[in-house]
């Protein structure tokens, strides 16, 4: 089945799933009917996102939300192209949630909002298309996941190479046991970044509420730059924050296996000592049982690449050893490559040669997709809060190994805390700051 005619399947199953649906709010909703949506965040990703969604014959956006109102233009125009209407614009995205008109929140915002924005929209009645990684820490997503099936909210990761068909066939392949017993899968994400270059501290420009934009997070002094992404107040760091779609995917070909037994960090600070706090060299070791997944990332490694953003889509597999976004699968009976976003995935036997290869598009599409029938059917997304907090609980894991000394911890699954190390437990949760608080009870 080629790319164009799977699209069209998809849509109109969804189309004719959709019939007596009942919508967030309880509305019934005709086949034909849009999915009213506001977006929150409206950077690159989220303008991205909010195009998308308006080009759909299913939705309308209705609402854009952005403490910085500079961004209203470009968004606004482009939006108001792809769908032939302008949607309203706002700073403050509860005004997203005080409409009852709208069933969807997406959520683009930087980390430190991804957790009590989802959860704010869900106790608002809206479904949620959030991005990754899910939440800042531990608590958010164990509180996102109470509050997804309290509301009985559809959820829906950003982690969308979980919606690609490639992805789901290597899983099937692991199954049916070719490859042999596994006993590691190595997972990388090497790259190079530059250092930070921050402005002086200085009142925040006209039109930009700084206050809101921190919310959860502490307010320190404004500076001019995209310096959020460094600092651990707002970032879960630029490692795993990108890594996360890595190992999701992991994860996801191994059949999601919820928990680790223990990690083991190795790394820190070592390149680029430019006033960030956040690794810039990242190795994690974490184990389940008899299995072993390697982690392996960087910000100074330039000869490691992503595939460009045009051979995503089409069919050509990446030179595995310099792709700097890999998975590597390895069995007692051959080894599996594995790549996001379009790079496929191929098959080695014990002599090295290659048994199968596959590299079809990237799976934007599909994901999109998969969210929008699941609002109007109910059911289960490929990317639900549940997988979305497993997956991003390795970053977190990681990263609180690394800030207590490059400790190896040992994690009770049953309170999602470490055993017998309470300096550990406390990076668990953050210190909120008020009135921006993920309570106890959601």
Not at 59 to 73: H, T, V
Not at 166 to 186: H, I, T
Not at 336 to 351: C, I, K, P, S, T
Request: proline share 8%.
């Amino acid at each position: 089945m080629n790319t164009m005619t799977r699209r069209s399947f998809v849509k109109a199953a969804a189309t004719a799933s959709a019939a007596c649906a009942v919508l967030p709010g309880g509305r019934t909703a005709a086949p034909n009917e849009k999915v009213v949506v506001g977006v929150m965040g409206l950077g690159g990703r989220g303008t991205y996102l909010a195009t998308a969604f308006a080009r759909r014959p299913d939705a309308e956006i209705a609402w854009l939300c952005d403490p910085d109102s500079r961004r209203f233009e470009g968004a606004r125009r482009a939006v108001a192209t792809a769908q032939s209407r302008v949607p309203r614009v706002a700073q403050d995205f509860r005004r997203i949630l005080e409409d009852p008109a709208v069933d969807v929140l997406i959520n683009a915002t930087p980390d430190h909002w991804h957790g009590l924005g989802s959860i704010l929209a869900c106790q608002a009645g809206k479904d949620v298309y959030v991005e990754k990684p899910m939440t800042h820490n531990v608590w958010e997503g164990r509180k996102l996941i109470e509050a997804a099936q309290k509301y009985r909210r559809i959820v829906q990761v950003g982690t969308q190479t979980r919606s690609a068909p490639y992805a789901q066939q290597a899983a099937e392949y692991y199954r049916s046991g070719k490859l042999g017993e596994v006993y590691l899968v190595r997972v990388f994400n090497l790259m190079e970044h530059g250092p930070m270059k921050l402005g002086p501290e200085q009142p925040p420009p006209d039109g930009f509420d700084y206050d809101l934009w921190c919310g959860p997070a502490a307010k320190l002094p404004y500076r001019s730059g995209r310096y959020w992404l460094n600092l651990a107040e707002y970032s879960c760091g630029p490692i795993p924050g990108d890594a996360v779609h890595q190992l999701d995917l992991a994860r996801f070909f191994l059949g999601d296996p919820p928990y680790p037994d223990t990690v083991a960090h190795s790394g820190g600070l070592h390149v680029l000592r430019d006033g960030r706090d956040t690794p810039d060299t990242q190795f994690a070791l974490f184990e389940y049982g008899k299995l072993t997944l390697q982690f392996e990332g960087a910000l100074w490694t330039p000869y490691l690449k992503k595939t460009p953003m045009p051979e995503r889509d089409i069919e050509k597999l990446p030179n595995w050893p310099f792709n700097s976004t890999r998975i590597e699968v390895l069995g007692t009976r051959g080894m599996l490559y594995l790549g996001r976003h379009g790079d496929g995935w191929q098959v080695f036997n014990e002599a090295g040669e290659s048994i199968i290869a596959s590299s079809p598009p990237q799976s934007d599409q599909e994901h999109q997709d998969n969210f929008m029938a699941c609002v109007r059917s109910r059911k289960t997304p490929n990317a639900p809060a549940e997988q979305g907090h497993y997956s991003t609980l390795l970053c977190h894991l990681a990263n609180i190994s690394w800030r207590t000394g490059n400790r190896k911890l040992a994690l009770d699954p049953k309170t999602e805390t470490f055993v017998g190390v309470p300096e550990a437990n406390a990076h668990l949760r953050r210190t909120y700051r008020a009135p921006w608080v993920v309570p106890d009870a959601v």
